[in-house]
T-cell receptor, first 112, second 117 residues
Framework: DAKTTQPTSMDCAEGRAANLPCNHS???????VYWYRQIHSQGPQYIIH???NNETNEMASLIITEDRKSSTLILPHATLRDTAVYYC?????????????FGSGTRLLVRP | EPEVTQTPSHQVTQMGQEVILRCVPI?????FYWYRQILGQKVEFLVS????????KSEIFDDQFSVERPDGSNFTLKIRSTKLEDSAMYFC???????????????FGPGTRLTVL
């Protein structure tokens, strides 16, 4: 089962920041937080990942709380093309298994 | 930008028939995966493959399923005798590394929609 909890759905206005929360209260010290998204029925797309420091790339920023029990994915200027299901996934480092366990994710709707 | 490709985009078959879904992973990647997503449901892991053998498989991946890397570029998923409940989107993915946090993002293909009649 997925080890994360996310809101079922959210919406935001085009051009505004979209902040997607994720709870992972049982995360352990060697687990990374990964974010993927799935636009319509396309293949999941990697967005960003982090361990304990905040991370930023060309797509998004990832803010991880100091206790690591929750995180927020930030899309700084959401566009209509960012409408998708966003998945927060925890991954164990040095795990012999590398399967991604997808939960139900957050369905983000970006409004014009 | 390199990408994972899958063929066909849509496969329609009769129950009991064999199907082969094809994938071309990103060329320098070493780890390969199949996932599936039944309409309206979660993405589910099927199998991972490395060094010409299965690394891990889920309960879904029973004896009716098999994977193969027949040459240096293709990665295939075979379903020997399809059932109605095999209807789903099948996604192939590949990654450069296995270790979390170390260039191991999984890159997914666009999927093959399998419809079993």
């Amino acid at each position: 089962d997925a080890k994360t909890t996310q809101p079922t759905s959210m919406d935001c206005a085009e051009g505004r920041a979209a902040n997607l929360p994720c709870n992972h209260s049982t995360i352990s010290g060697n687990e990374y937080v990964y974010w993927y998204r799935q636009i319509h029925s396309q293949g999941p797309q990697y967005i960003i990942h982090g361990l304990k420091n905040n991370e930023t790339n060309e797509m998004a920023s990832l803010i991880i709380t100091e206790d690591r029990k929750s995180s927020t994915l930030i899309l700084p200027h959401a566009t209509l093309r960012d409408t998708a299901v966003y998945y927060c996934i925890v991954r164990v480092r040095m795990d012999s298994s590398y399967k991604l366990i997808f939960g139900s994710g957050t369905r983000l709707l970006v409004r014009p | 930008e390199p990408e994972v490709t899958q063929t066909p985009s849509h496969q329609v078959t009769q129950m009991g028939q064999e199907v082969i879904l094809r994938c071309v992973p990103i060329s320098n990647h070493l780890y390969f995966y199949w996932y599936r997503q039944i309409l309206g449901q979660k993405v589910e892991f099927l199998v991972s493959f490395y060094n010409n053998e299965i690394s891990e498989k889920s309960e879904i991946f029973d004896d009716q399923f098999s994977v193969e890397r027949p040459d240096g570029s293709n990665f295939t998923l075979k379903i020997r005798s399809t059932k109605l409940e095999d209807s789903a989107m099948y996604f192939c993915a590949s990654s450069e590394s296995r270790l979390a946090g170390v260039d191991n993002e999984q890159f997914f293909g666009p999927g093959t929609r399998l419809t079993v009649l």
